[in-house]
């Protein structure tokens, strides 16, 4: 094993035990060259992406990712606040719930990508004509909508209408408990991309921008 | 040895006990297709519990179905504790801005009266109803969420999750009130003629919680609250995996278990043999696009794993038929477990030569 393994394993092991400190110590003991933003990339988001695969197999539970990607984001904006220029250059992007007071999927979704280097707006939850308007006027060209009931996934055909409707082109990302009982469900409301736990989400984005190039 | 026709009821007191009735029960469990019975819109049907009562009786008549549901909604017991519930034209009712919004307020919180609350009084009203109208013929489901899964919509699940595992003392303090009320609202259920009560604990599934962590919390909390609840239970993970603690879930008192579509039927029926009745698992999400063939078919499949030897119950996986499911395929699933699930099964179904 060498020392990027050994580094990735001791990161994975403090955040499952949810061990705030031992977490630390990996980032504090990293080699002196390896600047915020590459921790980030190498170990953060590669650690958090198993997670989320885990939870995906059913290996691992809802509350080892959250308690990760929260203790994740909390080290990377001690590292790198959120106008720090080390943070990528990225579209802009917004997250939100819809119409559902179920936060949790969204606060990870935000939390992987801030813990990623990433920027993005939280629209907390929102209503279809509130956030096709926002969509709007914050020139966003990637939303992403996690939600928890059924009839939340269905209003996302709205939004896609409304934003067609409006000239607004924008990459629609889904995710949330409804998507992973219907596999043609996220086609089924007009959205681009399906991400099956919070941690595709960073290398969606990375495709689309590298897509975008 | 099978009878001819069973009672609804005796067919789920025979299967409960594990063995073979005339055919496998089926639980329909629908709330807001009542609804679309008589007309109403969702929340004008839940204003009054001559609706629910009327909903019930007809559905029941419609699909030929083995329970009554008293359900309203899931966020009554959070109206209950004075929260807001966020009625919608085509789904159930949400919980809206959590009620626990600080630590204090969990210092603070207080256990509503279940008798003279009015959201609750209508559920029990519309329950004693259901009772006069199906005596003891029919099974009649109670339901409470577990007092260790109701904090998800108290105070919102990632503050829920910070507090499980940062603040074990308020979390203690939250659980001992959750579970108080919990007791009571299951016996009230019970004392107005539930039959039995659908003990919701989405949060102790393993898509949510450890198995180390559930030993902790949501098993204690299971075994203490179930033991003060004067009737049967049945612990339902709404669509959450529970493999890995099917033995523990036994060890809480309950007797049935409601399981995700997620899981292999035939492990979880084979963990369970002789200690939980199964109950599932269709997948109600996709059952919205499914035809009448495909609904046959997930039918006949589902008996064919797990119908053998009793100790089943045709259901959804989630303990609520989403609303955009048609009649059309609640149908195809009632004729279907008619006509597959007469015991003995079908040579060819249950996997037998």
Known sequence: ?213 | MNQVSMTSMQRVLTTLGHREPDRVPLFLLLTLHGAKELGLSIKSYFSKPEHVVEGQIRLLAKYRNDCLYSFFYAPVEIEAFGGEVIFMDDGPPNSGEPVIKTHQDIRNLTMPDVENTPCLARVLAATRGLKDRVRDQVPIIGVVMSPFSLPVMQMGFDRYLDLMFEQPDLFRHLMKINQAFCVQWANAQLAAGATAICYFDPVSSTTITTRKMYLKTGFEVACQTLAQINGPTATHMASGRCLPILQDIADTGTAAVGVSCLEDIRAVKAACKNKLTVIGNLNGIEMRRWSGEQAESHVRDLIGKAGVGGGFILSDNHGEIPFQVPDEVLMAISDSVHRWGKYPLPTGISGKE
């Open chain 1, 1 to 213: 094993m060498d020392r990027r393994d050994k580094m990735l394993t001791a990161f994975k092991h403090a955040l499952l035990d949810v061990d705030r400190l031992a977490a630390r110590q990996v980032m504090e003991q990293r080699d002196r060259d390896m600047r915020p933003i590459q921790f980030a990339e190498k170990v953060v988001l590669p650690v958090l992406e198993q997670i989320g695969a885990g939870w995906q197999d059913g290996t691992l539970a809802l509350s080892q990712v959250y308690m990760a990607g929260r203790i994740c984001e909390e080290l990377i904006d001690e590292m790198l606040p959120p106008a720090d220029p080390s943070r990528k250059n990225q579209p802009k992007m917004a997250v939100c719930m819809l119409e559902d007071h179920h936060t949790l999927g969204k606060g990870m979704v935000y939390a992987v990508l801030r813990a990623g280097g990433f920027d993005l707006l939280d629209y907390g939850v929102v209503g279809v004509d509130d956030l096709v308007k926002r969509v709007e006027t914050d020139r966003v060209t990637v939303l992403l909508i996690s939600v928890l009931m059924l009839p939340s996934a269905l209003k996302i055909k709205s939004v896609r209408q409304k934003l067609i409707d409006l000239g607004c082109d924008v990459t629609l990302i889904v995710g949330g408990a409804p998507f992973r009982f219907d596999d043609q469900l996220w086609q089924a409301v007009g959205a681009d991309i399906l991400c099956e736990n919070a941690s595709d989400v960073v290398p969606a984005i990375e495709k689309l921008m590298e897509e975008k190039k």
